[in-house]
């Protein structure tokens, strides 16, 4: 039988109001900073000028095309990474003289930013999208192994040596008892790498693109275009948001027993 949807009850609204409330404080004190004189003149834009401005990059296609460009680098790149660094982290955090002899290396490339690899990463895949992906994944690959290879070493080995001792194959153990316990720490992992991705997007597209949101803030910054500079960075932080909720959303559906 057909059910008409539920409005969004109490707690939800209790949820959503704390924040609604800091982002409203957030605008009023950027209102007044830009308005006050502390800043010079053109170079910190009110929240209506970044909006018209916003809204201006919606109605020329701008917006449409830079985000479409992100993301598909931003995607990919963390599909990739995130691939990765799941299942290494597993096998790391499973068998332990893998993990001795992967872990140092990691460690040492964990320091060096996806930033300090843009020359390097030009210098052999060219200025194209595949340097820009490579460093998008290899970013989260790091992010993302840290998390699982943590919370699959914290699985009890008693557990997996119970169900060995019962006669569970491999695959069973790792679907049935190493899967359901590290998965917190698996969608913990992927919410982290999302960020990590984003911020790695913008070191990618500063080295050479003619699309992109990073590449849009380079080129406004030339020329000094700071309502439209703020813009970019507004809808950043909103695509980070957005990602981070829904990851967050699927956490909690299918990590019912654990925190996502």
Same mark, same amino acid.
């Given at each position: 039988?057909?059910?008409?949807?539920?409005?969004?009850?109490?707690? #939800?609204?209790?949820?959503?109001?704390?924040?609604?409330?800091? #982002?409203?404080?957030?605008?009023?004190?950027?209102?007044?900073? #830009?308005?006050?004189?502390?800043?010079?003149?053109?170079?910190?834009?009110?929240?209506?000028?970044?909006? %018209?401005?916003?809204?201006?990059?919606?109605?020329?296609?701008?917006?449409? =095309?830079?985000?479409?460009? %992100?993301?598909?680098?931003?995607?990919?790149?963390?599909?990739? =990474?995130?691939?990765?660094?799941?299942?290494?982290?597993?096998?790391?955090?499973?068998?332990? @003289?893998?993990?001795?002899?992967?872990?140092?290396?990691? %460690?040492?490339?964990?320091?060096?930013?996806?930033?300090?690899?843009?020359?390097?990463?030009?210098?052999?895949?060219?200025?194209?999208? !595949?340097?820009?992906?490579?460093?998008?994944?290899?970013?989260?690959?790091?992010?993302?192994?840290?998390? &699982?290879?943590?919370?699959?070493?914290?699985?009890?080995?008693?557990?997996?040596?119970?169900?060995? %001792?019962?006669?569970?194959?491999?695959?069973? @153990?790792?679907?049935?008892?190493?899967?359901? #316990?590290?998965?917190?720490?698996?969608?913990?992992?992927?919410?982290?790498?999302?960020?990590?991705?984003?911020?790695?997007?913008?070191?990618?597209?500063?080295?050479?693109?003619?699309? =992109?949101?990073?590449?849009?803030?380079?080129?406004?910054?030339?020329?000094?275009?700071?309502? @439209?500079?703020?813009?970019?960075?507004?809808?950043?932080?909103?695509? =980070?948001?957005?990602?981070?909720?829904?990851?967050?959303?699927?956490? @909690?559906? &299918?990590?019912?027993?654990? !925190?996502?």
């Amino acid at each position: 039988m057909h059910t008409t949807p539920s409005p969004p009850g109490p707690a #939800a609204l209790g949820r959503l109001g704390p924040a609604l409330g800091a #982002a409203l404080v957030a605008l009023v004190l950027w209102a007044l900073l #830009a308005r006050s004189g502390a800043v010079a003149p053109g170079l910190l834009p009110t929240p209506a000028e970044t909006l %018209s401005a916003l809204a201006g990059a919606v109605r020329d296609g701008t917006l449409a =095309g830079d985000l479409t460009a %992100s993301l598909s680098r931003a995607g990919q790149g963390f599909a990739l =990474g995130a691939l990765l660094g799941s299942a290494l982290g597993f096998a790391t955090g499973y068998l332990p @003289r893998l993990s001795a002899a992967v872990s140092p290396l990691i %460690s040492f490339l964990r320091p060096i930013p996806a930033i300090a690899l843009v020359p390097l990463a030009t210098a052999w895949f060219g200025i194209g999208e !595949t340097a820009k992906r490579l460093l998008i994944a290899y970013a989260v690959l790091l992010a993302v192994w840290l998390y &699982v290879h943590d919370g699959v070493s914290r699985v009890p080995v008693t557990h997996l040596r119970a169900a060995r %001792s019962l006669g569970a194959p491999l695959h069973r @153990r790792f679907g049935e008892v190493l899967l359901p #316990a590290a998965a917190p720490a698996l969608l913990a992992a992927l919410r982290y790498g999302a960020s990590v991705a984003l911020l790695a997007l913008v070191a990618a597209e500063l080295g050479g693109a003619d699309a =992109g949101l990073a590449y849009r803030l380079q080129v406004d910054g030339q020329f000094l275009r700071m309502d @439209r500079m703020f813009a970019g960075l507004l809808v950043l932080g909103l695509v =980070g948001v957005v990602v981070d909720l829904v990851l967050a959303a699927v956490g @909690r559906r &299918v990590t019912h027993w654990g !925190t996502a």
